[in-house]
């Protein structure tokens, strides 16, 4: 039985006694599975994973994907894993927006996975987000509102940072046309449903200008990111998170510079189309 400490009343899960350099028996797997499923995101403390024991971990909640629009380098040989580094005299692309990791795609991806292999003592925290409770503490009234709807999400954002002088990320030539998901998403395994939006990646409502769309997504993010519902956790060296992209928002705080050392690898599972 895996063994699981609650990390706040919003979402999250500390998993103790499994070594996830080693392989899985049959058991703790479906174990780390439902406890995913049931808290949403999992630290694992003390971990020390190679590229290849981080992908294969990754297995367990769909296929490894690289990034489809490359914007970091990769370790070598392993192209689906990111490298997600601040280093001195050289600052990493700027995450500290809330999403959902790579929305746009037309399968965004299921999960995503962090391995802190360096940590600015007190600093680079992440947060992450409920949005299962973000619909839920909604009003009836925009509940009924939202069924049915659709947003429109956008790499473009993604290509404006790309060409920001100063940090790490990697130009971006062209992004793929927008891609229509629901507005409130269906999770494939717990059939529980979500919002499905957020501020970095969802342009508008379909069929509404950006402008219509503003008002409602602002709002919708500034309810999303109250405090009651969100969790930030604090990096050691050797943390690993994984975190649902269906069900959650995260944001990564941006309060250190290019003086200090701040590295990640990143994995990706891939996903279903929201429906």
Not at 2 to 8: F, K, Q, S
Request: glycine residues 8%.
């Amino acid at each position: 039985m895996v063994e699981t400490r609650r990390l706040c009343g919003a979402l999250g899960a500390e998993v103790s006694g499994v070594d996830l350099s080693k392989p899985l028996n049959e058991d703790t797997a479906r174990g780390i599975v439902d406890a995913f499923h049931e808290h949403l995101m999992l630290v694992f403390r003390g971990q020390s994973l190679d590229p290849g024991s981080q992908i294969a971990f990754t297995r367990l909640f769909g296929e490894p994907q690289e990034h489809p629009l490359r914007t970091r380098a990769s370790v070598d040989g392993y192209p689906e894993v990111l490298i997600i580094e601040t280093r001195p005299g050289r600052i990493g692309a700027r995450n500290d927006y809330w999403h959902s990791d790579i929305s746009h795609r037309e399968r965004p991806p299921a999960a995503s996975i962090l391995h802190a292999l360096a940590v600015p003592d007190g600093l680079g925290d992440t947060m992450f987000c409920n949005m299962y409770r973000a619909l839920e503490t909604l009003s009836p009234g925009l509940q009924r509102l939202l069924d049915g709807m659709e947003a429109v999400h956008s790499a473009e954002v993604t290509m404006r940072r790309a060409l920001e002088k100063g940090t790490d990320a990697l130009p971006i030539e062209s992004v793929p046309p927008p891609t229509t998901h629901p507005v409130l998403r269906t999770h494939a395994h717990t059939g529980r449903r979500a919002l499905f939006v957020n501020p970095h990646f969802t342009v508008s409502f379909a069929g509404m200008t950006r402008e219509e769309s503003a008002p409602i997504l602002d709002y919708l993010t500034e309810h999303s990111t109250r405090p009651e519902n969100v969790y930030r956790h604090r990096w050691a060296v050797g943390d690993v998170l994984i975190w649902d992209n269906r069900c959650t928002m995260h944001y990564a705080v941006r309060d250190y510079d290019d003086t200090v050392h701040r590295k990640h690898h990143r994995t990706t599972a891939g996903g279903e189309r929201p429906f």
